[in-house]
């Protein structure tokens, strides 16, 4: 596609940031859970209809007035959320708190979903180790990008669905600032889309601990980066955002993320 001058169009947004939901109720049982050395995971709801806990409302909160402190031509006009609740209800109170750019638009896209568990949803590392023996010997032995727990899906199946939503933010929303809010897995996987990587170095990333509740991380088109431009990272798992109204900062994976 050209523009009027003849060069050809930007292809990537002016600015990117991925953000994790806040805190749920399911990182809350999950830790409940795995103190108590329980099998499974009490949550009598789907996955999909999981809330945020109070703290998760009030980290929202607080990166929505994180967003808000920016002039209005620099906060996001573009968001994209998983249907999950939890993410549904942090792009809500984002918004509530004046973090997006007034004439936002906002869709629901399912290709930003959580990571699916299958057989293994709502175990426990025990539960695992006790119920499918074989399924944590075969995660062991595949390793944590490839494996597929039955039912579920692999990080790599993840990675595949997020490259055509990434096909569509380039299709769609180039030279707007879109905010993308979703869950663990989803955070990790488009940064080893946006930055070329490859399996020991994405693995690598998620071995320094997990993606922050509400924590941001940030990409800024690059021209300099291709022919066509890329998205360069200016920052991962930013917190302050909570830090400076002393919101608590949580880090907790999802119910049944041992698997993950």
Known sequence: MVNVEGDMQQRWPDRLWIVRHGESAGNVARDAAQAARLARIDIPIRDVDVPLSELGQQQASSLGRWFA??????????????????????????????????????????????????????LTRYGIEQNFPEQAELRARVGKFYYRPPCGESWCDVVLRLRSALDTVSLHHGERRVLIVSHQVVVLCLRYLLETLDEAEILAIDGQGDVANAGVTEYAFD?????????????????????????????????????R
């Open 223 to 259: 021209a300099s980066a291709g022919a066509k431009g890329g998205m360069a990272l200016r920052r991962y798992n930013f917190t302050a955002s909570m830090e400076r109204e002393g919101t608590p900062v949580t880090a907790e994976p999802d119910a049944g993320a041992v698997a």
């Open 69 to 122: 402190a920016m002039e209005p031509d620099q906060r996001p006009d573009t968001l994209l959320v998983s249907p999950y609740l939890r993410a549904r209800q942090t792009a809500m109170h984002i918004r509530d708190a004046g973090g997006m750019h007034p004439e936002a638009v906002s869709e629901t896209d399912e290709r930003l979903r959580e990571k699916e568990l299958g057989l293994l949803d709502r």
